[in-house]
């Protein structure tokens, strides 16, 4: 698993944008797959979680509503449509496979990290 974010970038509040996480390896299809999000100076926190099929999701409180996590298993790509976008919402943010239980929020429950990309919402 070799995991790339991309689309970040710089919007107004109330704006949109979508992130794609694309994994150059094999195995995609057969990971249940999240984003994480780390704002500058806090901790890495999650944001949602889809699972291979795909026909099942799961998202933070903070973001339910807004963002939504979708996949192209065979463009071995992960999305994160984010709508409504808010101030709090600027953060890096991580694509990751998931290897814990299903519902976990936990990092240590995430692994194959990406290297990110950069959200900065404006007000």
């Known amino acids: 698993v070799q995991l790339q974010a991309s689309g970040g970038g710089l919007v107004q509040a109330g704006g949109s944008l979508r992130l794609s996480c694309v994994d150059s390896?094999?195995?995609?299809?057969?990971?249940?797959m999240g984003w994480f999000r780390q704002a500058p100076g806090k901790e890495r926190d999650f944001v949602a979680a889809?699972?291979?099929?795909?026909?099942?999701?799961y998202y933070a409180e903070s973001v339910k509503g807004r963002f939504t996590i979708s996949r192209d298993n065979a463009k071995r790509t992960l999305y994160l449509q984010m709508n409504s976008l808010k101030p709090e919402d600027t953060a890096r943010y991580y694509c990751?496979?998931?290897?814990?239980?299903?519902?976990?929020?936990?990092?240590?429950?995430?692994?194959?990290w990406g290297q990110g990309t950069l959200v900065t919402v404006s007000s």
């Open positions: 990751a496979v998931l290897n814990g239980g299903w519902g976990t929020k936990r990092i240590a429950d995430f692994g194959s």
């Open positions: 889809i699972n291979l099929n795909p026909d099942s999701t």
């Open positions: 390896g094999r195995t995609f299809r057969w990971n249940n």
